[in-house]
């Protein structure tokens, strides 16, 4: 960092920003905080007011443990920031992160929300818009309806179209909430009825598209940092193919799957289309490897779970560089800067049993130990004596670990899930550990359809 | 004469919000803050509170909201433990559940006390078996809204029919009807929940009666 910037900035920076997320989240976000020297103020449910990542930052009680009426709260939010006399606020991933309604809200009540600009928000959020300029910009697409579908009958007649089996996706969908496959043109009104149900409990929107599924493709995607000045750069790709029921398990970089072709192709057309619509902060867009072909799925405006495989890659801080992009400042480093070295593994470790269907388990966790040791790299916001309220979502913790290789970084992923303890509550590890040790995984026979090692 | 240039202000009728009401120490009542926003005009120590009277305005967002007392409040309004030093800030920045007005009730004893008394059912009081919550979570009784509740009073049950959903961290599953201490077919006597409560595992979900004993009563008229 030059003198000139130590200094006076030329670019002021937050002095405090609220934190409008719970959990694994909002700990990595307070962490970017305190580098910057920035005070956060947390909004908190009444389920997580006395959790221990809460202990000694300040916080606003923002409303009751369920979302609609806390984290999904746009008035309290605003109002809490304003009158913690926070300048900036952080989404995180889930809730309001990519709803361009509260994104104006803070805009107009004078506190700036990091992520992208609202426009490309709307854009990018809604997935057919999003389809339609991706297009534009000569990425790739999966074949389904031009928009949004009005009804079960047009729904099926774009799937006797585009072909079977469909999968009916949520136009504000994300994170595998308000998705139904159908097989045949019998399933498809259940589907629909099904996606809308869930997508509407889930994000309170009820609009559907719909796409020709492919299956059998590995899922991957780039990992885009914009700066309002129309710098672009990517950080390479991550590959989420393990998935349950469309909740990614494991993620890595750089994907064992890709052609050094393709992916050179695909990261310079998808910070081409990033430039192309405007875009600012971090974002990622998400391929279906598809016989060696990368098709476009959609773009998330926001930081992802799994942001932190490509942190450890690149040696890159996302939140922070997230935070003073917001505030003005220009890319910190240039495409040529970036350099990704070795492999990075990233496990979410959920609080669900896996004897059970995975059933989620809410309940207090009598005593917790984090992995450490060389090339790993632990985020979370769980302690001993945590209570796993049963209003969120169940993830615990990420585990990430680093290697030169491929294989170093699955062994030493295996060696630190073996050192985590969660007594209380019973978590994915032993999946993790599956998968991890499964030949399918490790020779690297795997695709969406199947998790490997079960 | 017609009424001319008719302009509803909406100054004259601002929103209302009710406090919420909890249990403080001595037998005394917090009120606690509904929301998050900037709160002033609380009344004074001394002053009597009653249910839906006015205690103060929260501002959320530039809108002025009043505040009233929730039904069942009532008491004089006692002085802050820790009296702050110096003149009472204009307003002051509250979160949700955070007390905004002490109440003693004692004052207004005979008032208060017909309303705190309500009907506590005896749930399986009566020798009904009791379906329970297999999980915490928020139980729904219809599988969606405007939709038809999955089972009502009177209707009769077998195991593996579906008698609502529960969500856990968003994620729905089915309950279904069954257990071994509950009859193979049985008749709803009551449904405990309401739609979308949050429920505690082994919650109450149904009271349910033999239906085979309640075929026996009907057949009975008729003896071979």
Redesign the interface.
Same mark, same amino acid.
């Given at each position: 960092m030059s003198a000139k910037t130590r200094g006076t900035p030329a670019v002021p920076m937050f002095r405090r920003l609220m934190v409008a997320n719970r959990g694994e989240v909002a700990v990595r976000i307070a962490r970017a905080c305190d580098l910057l020297g920035i005070t956060p103020v947390f909004a908190t449910s009444?389920a997580d007011r006395d959790a221990g990542y809460l202990r000694g930052r300040e916080? #606003?009680?923002?409303?009751? &443990? /369920?979302s609609p009426q =806390?984290y999904l709260n746009m008035?309290?939010? #605003?109002? &809490?920031a /304003?009158?913690?006399e926070c300048t900036a606020l952080h989404p995180g991933w889930g809730f309001l992160s990519e709803n361009p309604v509260f994104a104006a809200l803070c805009e107009t +009540?004078g506190v700036t929300f990091i992520g992208p600009p609202a426009r490309a928000m709307h854009l990018m959020g809604k997935k057919t818009p999003a389809k339609a300029a991706m297009r534009a910009a000569g990425l790739a697409l999966i074949p389904g309806s031009d928009g949004i579908l009005d009804s079960a009958e047009q729904a099926r007649e774009v799937a006797d179209r585009v072909g079977y089996p469909v999968l009916l996706k949520a136009e504000s969908g994300g994170g595998g %909430?308000g998705m139904r496959i159908a097989r045949g043109p019998d399933e498809v009104a259940g589907a629909y009825?099904d996606a809308q &149900?869930?997508a509407? &409990?889930?994000f309170g929107d009820g609009r559907l598209y719909l796409e020709r599924l492919i299956e059998g493709g590995r899922h991957v995607e780039i990992q885009i940092m914009a700066d309002r000045y129309g710098h672009v750069v990517h950080l390479g790709e991550r590959d989420c193919t393990v998935q349950r029921n469309h909740q990614k398990l494991l993620e890595e970089s750089p994907s064992p799957s890709l052609s050094a072709e393709e992916r050179e192709k695909t990261l310079t057309a998808a910070v081409r289309a990033a430039a192309s619509i405007g875009y600012v902060g971090a974002g990622t867009m998400e391929f279906l490897l598809d016989q060696g072909t990368l098709r476009f799925m959609e773009m998330n405006t926001r930081l992802q779970v799994e942001h932190s495989v490509s942190e450890v890659r690149s040696g890159r801080d996302l939140v922070v560089e997230q935070i003073r992009v917001a505030a003005g400042h220009p890319l910190s480093f240039g495409q040529a800067d970036v350099v990704l070295t070795g492999h990075a593994i990233e496990c979410r470790i959920n609080a669900e049993d896996p004897a059970n269907n995975f !059933?989620?388990a809410?309940g207090k966790i009598v005593r917790w130990h984090s992995p450490t040791g060389d090339g790993v790299r632990v985020d979370t916001h769980v302690d001993s004596g945590y209570e796993v309220p049963? +209003?969120?979502? *169940?993830l615990l913790c990420k585990v990430i670990t680093a290697g030169a290789t491929r294989d170093e970084a699955a062994e030493r992923m295996i060696v630190a899930l073996g050192e985590l303890v969660c007594e209380g509550v019973p978590t994915t590890v032993p999946l993790h550990l599956k998968i991890l040790r499964s030949s399918a995984f490790r020779t690297n026979h795997y695709d969406t359809r199947a998790i490997p090692g079960l | 004469m017609p009424v001319k240039n008719f302009v509803l202000d909406a100054r004259l009728t601002p929103p209302v919000l009710r406090a919420r009401l909890a249990a403080g120490p001595d037998g005394r009542q917090r009120l606690l803050a509904p929301?998050? @926003?900037?709160f002033r005009g609380a009344p004074d120590p001394g002053m009597l509170v009653g249910p839906e009277q006015p205690i103060g305005a929260l501002e959320?967002?530039g809108v002025v909201h009043h505040v009233l007392a929730p039904a069942g409040a009532g008491g004089l309004v006692v002085a802050p433990e820790e009296a702050p030093r110096g003149p009472a800030p204009a307003r002051r920045?509250v @979160?949700? $559940? $955070?007390l905004l007005l002490t109440l003693d009730p004692s004052a207004t004893r005979s008032e208060s006390a017909a309303n705190a008394t309500g009907p506590v059912a005896g749930a399986g009081a009566s020798g009904a078996a009791v379906l329970r919550a297999p999980? *915490?979570? %928020?139980f729904y009784v219809r =599988? @969606?809204?405007g939709k038809p509740a999955f089972v009502k009073a009177g209707d009769v049950l077998e195991a593996g029919q579906t008698v609502g959903l529960i969500?856990?961290? !968003?994620?729905?599953?089915r309950v279904l009807y069954g257990g071994d201490t509950l009859p193979s077919r049985a008749r709803v006597v009551r449904v405990c929940q309401a739609d979308e409560s $949050?429920v505690a595992q082994g919650d109450p979900l149904l009271e349910v009666e033999p239906a085979d004993a309640a075929v026996d009563q009907n057949t009975k008229p008729h003896p071979a």
């Amino acid at each position: 960092m030059s003198a000139k910037t130590r200094g006076t900035p030329a670019v002021p920076m937050f002095r405090r920003l609220m934190v409008a997320n719970r959990g694994e989240v909002a700990v990595r976000i307070a962490r970017a905080c305190d580098l910057l020297g920035i005070t956060p103020v947390f909004a908190t449910s009444t389920a997580d007011r006395d959790a221990g990542y809460l202990r000694g930052r300040e916080t #606003v009680c923002i409303g009751a &443990a /369920r979302s609609p009426q =806390s984290y999904l709260n746009m008035q309290a939010i #605003v109002q &809490a920031a /304003r009158q913690s006399e926070c300048t900036a606020l952080h989404p995180g991933w889930g809730f309001l992160s990519e709803n361009p309604v509260f994104a104006a809200l803070c805009e107009t +009540h004078g506190v700036t929300f990091i992520g992208p600009p609202a426009r490309a928000m709307h854009l990018m959020g809604k997935k057919t818009p999003a389809k339609a300029a991706m297009r534009a910009a000569g990425l790739a697409l999966i074949p389904g309806s031009d928009g949004i579908l009005d009804s079960a009958e047009q729904a099926r007649e774009v799937a006797d179209r585009v072909g079977y089996p469909v999968l009916l996706k949520a136009e504000s969908g994300g994170g595998g %909430r308000g998705m139904r496959i159908a097989r045949g043109p019998d399933e498809v009104a259940g589907a629909y009825a099904d996606a809308q &149900a869930e997508a509407i &409990a889930a994000f309170g929107d009820g609009r559907l598209y719909l796409e020709r599924l492919i299956e059998g493709g590995r899922h991957v995607e780039i990992q885009i940092m914009a700066d309002r000045y129309g710098h672009v750069v990517h950080l390479g790709e991550r590959d989420c193919t393990v998935q349950r029921n469309h909740q990614k398990l494991l993620e890595e970089s750089p994907s064992p799957s890709l052609s050094a072709e393709e992916r050179e192709k695909t990261l310079t057309a998808a910070v081409r289309a990033a430039a192309s619509i405007g875009y600012v902060g971090a974002g990622t867009m998400e391929f279906l490897l598809d016989q060696g072909t990368l098709r476009f799925m959609e773009m998330n405006t926001r930081l992802q779970v799994e942001h932190s495989v490509s942190e450890v890659r690149s040696g890159r801080d996302l939140v922070v560089e997230q935070i003073r992009v917001a505030a003005g400042h220009p890319l910190s480093f240039g495409q040529a800067d970036v350099v990704l070295t070795g492999h990075a593994i990233e496990c979410r470790i959920n609080a669900e049993d896996p004897a059970n269907n995975f !059933k989620p388990a809410p309940g207090k966790i009598v005593r917790w130990h984090s992995p450490t040791g060389d090339g790993v790299r632990v985020d979370t916001h769980v302690d001993s004596g945590y209570e796993v309220p049963p +209003h969120y979502d *169940s993830l615990l913790c990420k585990v990430i670990t680093a290697g030169a290789t491929r294989d170093e970084a699955a062994e030493r992923m295996i060696v630190a899930l073996g050192e985590l303890v969660c007594e209380g509550v019973p978590t994915t590890v032993p999946l993790h550990l599956k998968i991890l040790r499964s030949s399918a995984f490790r020779t690297n026979h795997y695709d969406t359809r199947a998790i490997p090692g079960l | 004469m017609p009424v001319k240039n008719f302009v509803l202000d909406a100054r004259l009728t601002p929103p209302v919000l009710r406090a919420r009401l909890a249990a403080g120490p001595d037998g005394r009542q917090r009120l606690l803050a509904p929301g998050v @926003g900037m709160f002033r005009g609380a009344p004074d120590p001394g002053m009597l509170v009653g249910p839906e009277q006015p205690i103060g305005a929260l501002e959320i967002l530039g809108v002025v909201h009043h505040v009233l007392a929730p039904a069942g409040a009532g008491g004089l309004v006692v002085a802050p433990e820790e009296a702050p030093r110096g003149p009472a800030p204009a307003r002051r920045p509250v @979160g949700f $559940d $955070d007390l905004l007005l002490t109440l003693d009730p004692s004052a207004t004893r005979s008032e208060s006390a017909a309303n705190a008394t309500g009907p506590v059912a005896g749930a399986g009081a009566s020798g009904a078996a009791v379906l329970r919550a297999p999980t *915490s979570g %928020r139980f729904y009784v219809r =599988s @969606g809204p405007g939709k038809p509740a999955f089972v009502k009073a009177g209707d009769v049950l077998e195991a593996g029919q579906t008698v609502g959903l529960i969500e856990v961290m !968003k994620t729905f599953s089915r309950v279904l009807y069954g257990g071994d201490t509950l009859p193979s077919r049985a008749r709803v006597v009551r449904v405990c929940q309401a739609d979308e409560s $949050d429920v505690a595992q082994g919650d109450p979900l149904l009271e349910v009666e033999p239906a085979d004993a309640a075929v026996d009563q009907n057949t009975k008229p008729h003896p071979a």
